[in-house]
């Protein structure tokens, strides 16, 4: 009998070992290393609304708010690694750029619920009356961005994990991509 509770311990401690792996994992405990997690805020009339906006990216989530109260978010199962503002297609709006890591290769902006595997994105949302709405979209990046910046023209400008400088512009539907 007493061998039997051991083996039910066991049990246990195991399965609360993998849960606690798996939600550290889902967390993006284990994403590369050389990735900089931002925290920052910055605040304005973005959408030129007369109220005051804050953009605010804290433990990896991104928050809206309005007048001091938080109206949107992003979801819990992203890890952002870093935003950006800037009208990055000119129409005299700013938009919200974020650099983030979700499962599932795709474009969409769930988590895939087929896959594990985390791939990088960026995402482009306007601020909207009280939520952040979605403008445009990468699919899995060709190579993950490690550093980047966006000039006064709106132009975004990265360095990936691998050295490669590429230069991000607003073309019609979408951003495009051309080396450096
Ligand atoms: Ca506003
Ligand atoms: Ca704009």
Known sequence: MERFKKIGIACILVAVF????????????FL?????WEEKIDRGDFNSDGFNDSVQLENKRVFLLR???????????????????????????EEIILLLWKRGEDSEQASSLNTLEFSQHVFIYNVGDRELTPKWMSSKLEKNIKNWSVDE???????SDD?????????????????E
Do not use: C, F
Request: charged share 25%.
């Open 67 to 93: 007048e001091g109260a938080v109206v949107d978010q992003t979801p819990r199962e992203w890890q952002i690694s870093n935003y950006e503002i800037a009208d990055i297609d000119k129409d005299g709006q």
């Open 18 to 29: 993998l849960l606690v792996g798996l939600n550290m994992y889902l967390n993006g405990v």
């Open 32 to 36: 590369p290393k050389w990735i900089t």
């Open 153 to 159: 023209d709106g132009v975004i400008h990265t360095v």
């Open 163 to 179: 050295d490669n400088k590429q230069s991000w512009y607003w073309k019609g539907s979408g951003l495009e991509s051309v080396e």
